[in-house]
DNA sequence: TATTGTTATACTCTATAACTATA
DNA sequence: TATAGTTATAGAGTATAACAATA
């Protein structure tokens, strides 16, 4: 350990392990994680293509379901996009039937979302063959490797993604 | 346990979970996981926007920094995207001139991609200031959870990424 | 004046199909 | 005939800036 450099606890868990080291090793954490999700998404992009529609517009739909109504701006919060790229989103489920927007009861300036027969029909039909790819994925591992990616989940979520509300 | 349902070991860890419950469980966690690289994507572009270069552009620099050299349809399989996408991608690299294209010395068909002097400058000097922001999240959760990540990165990478050669 | 949403514009990412050149 | 790469085309995803309507 070079001399003058005061311990700080909490930094270090249970080595005495000098910064540089620790930095190194999260700068290749950070690597790996950044190339992991870059393919990762396109892979995961690529089984889901031939869907009726796109990873984006059914998250928005999913979202809905469960919640029952929304607005583009709390929407496009959740989806963390952009107002205009929600705007465009919802324009495509728009046109194809599967969310309605009418004027918002108290708010002229909001707009209500809710999603329409056919769109809830989607969304639950839908869940099953929809992640059929990953799941087979998932299907091939032990309980317990599972397990680990249901924590380590949970952490990139917490550690990456900031908190909504 | 529903009867009649035989047992299956090397499917069931340490439980007797009914198969129903482990598919609904595997169920979540695919949705989860969807989502989390879904989002996780957005949050990491848009803190790399601001970059000389996009993800995607700059891991294929960082990877010829590694390798030396590559071919067009090489690099498209290293990262998983179509050859079309790769000769765009290499168009940019090449008119940034960060990569040069020159002929193949043994084979006329494919095509000799190697760095600039300028690609390999910039890779190299790119690498710490690329993921500030994400090292900036990883040095805020503890040793033990990085090693947890490491861990779930590994798996996950074994788990959804097809091996290469 | 601030907020909500949309429109306008521009760029990246992505794929499939068709084409050229070489083996 | 098969392979490597590019071009052509089309669409989704993304953002910022400018605008309209409402609070």
Redesign the interface.
Known sequence: MSPGEPERPGR????A?PDQA?QA???E????????????????R?HTASQAVS??QF?VLAHLDRAGESTPGALADF???SPPVMTRVLGRLGRAGLVDRTAHPEDGRQVRVTLTAAGRELVRAG??ER?AW??S??????????E??????A???R????PRD
């Open positions: 270090q868990e249970h080595t392990q620790e090793e999260i700068a954490l950070a690597v790996e994680l950044q190339r992991l999700l870059l393919v990762s998404s396109r892979i995961l690529s990873a984006s998250s989806e963390h996009v869940r099953a992640d990953l799941r994925r998932l299907d091939g591992i032990s309980a317990a490797e599972r680990s990616l249901r924590e380590a989940t952490l990139l979520r550690t990456l993604v900031p």
